[in-house]
């Protein structure tokens, strides 16, 4: 069992930064795939960011790269979602969540422990 909590979220202006973090409870963090998703009101939740159990595989959605990058401590059972160049259609709840796979998934349906959010709020 993972338990997720979310902080970070916010309210910043088109082009600013923020950075989200993930805490996680359970002593297995570093063997669970980590990713970061998004839902915005009226859609469904989408991708935005995964990492892998030791940090050195990431991938991002093509809507996203370049300007976020995602990472983890281990030692801190901590992921983290850096958000920079933000604009307006990145305003959403993002979400964490662990995934006890043997390879990195990027879809809401493989993860199994999801956290309850955080607010980013971009305005233009």
């Known amino acids: 069992q993972v338990q997720l909590v979310e902080s970070g979220g916010g309210l910043v202006q088109a082009g600013g930064s923020l950075r989200l973090s993930c805490a996680a409870s359970?002593?297995?963090?570093?063997?669970?795939?980590m990713g970061w998703f998004r839902q915005a009101p009226g859609k469904e939740r989408e991708f935005a960011a995964a990492?892998?159990?030791?940090?050195?595989?990431?991938y991002y959605a093509d809507s996203v790269k370049g300007r976020f990058t995602i990472s983890r401590d281990n030692a801190k059972n901590t992921v983290y979602l850096q958000m920079s160049s933000l604009k307006p259609e990145d305003t959403a709840v993002y979400y964490c969540?662990?995934?006890?796979?043997?390879?990195?998934?990027?879809?809401?349906?493989?993860?199994?422990?999801w956290g309850q959010g955080t607010q980013v709020t971009v305005s233009s």
């Open positions: 969540a662990a995934a006890g796979k043997y390879y990195t998934p990027r879809r809401v349906y493989e993860y199994d422990y």
């Open positions: 359970g002593r297995t963090f570093s063997r669970y795939h």
């Open positions: 990492i892998g159990w030791s940090g050195g595989s990431t």
